[in-house]
């Protein structure tokens, strides 16, 4: 049930957030603090914001409807999580973590990583 409950608010949050930045890149964009100067960087925030967070929302629900997907799909999520983080962590390490924006979403990722790593370790204590 935790893990529907997860499920639920990860397709919210990340379907939320790729269908922002995948129909409305300017707003997006002027909102996490970058700046669309080309048609090329509205093509990056679409694609690499507006995409990828779309899919995984979408694939949340996918996982809500099929328990078969779960699995997989936090492995997925762990994968991307930890990457963000990375890029957090030399964020703070270069100095430039100075915003509150930064701090809610690095929150956010590290709730998210502590969870997906405890589910992951019940699948696989799960013998049948």
């Given at each position: 049930m935790v893990n529907k409950l997860f499920l639920f608010i990860t397709a919210l949050v990340?379907?939320?957030?790729?269908?922002?930045?995948?129909?409305?890149p300017d707003s997006f964009s002027e909102q996490v603090g970058l700046t669309i100067n080309t048609d090329l960087g509205s093509?990056?925030?679409?694609?690499?914001?507006g995409g990828i967070n779309l899919l995984v929302g979408l694939y949340s629900f996918l996982a809500i409807v099929k328990s078969k997907n779960e699995e997989l799909f936090f492995k997925i999520l762990l994968f991307l999580i930890s990457?963000?983080?990375?890029g957090r962590i030399v964020t703070a390490f270069f100095g430039e973590f100075s915003s509150v924006f930064l701090l809610y979403f690095t929150m956010f990722e590290i709730i998210y990583l502590v969870f997906l790593?405890?589910?992951?370790?019940?699948f696989q204590r799960k013998i049948f």
């Open positions: 990340y379907g939320y957030l790729g269908s922002w930045a995948l129909f409305f093509g990056e925030i679409r694609s690499v914001y990457g963000i983080l990375l790593l405890i589910a992951l370790r019940k």
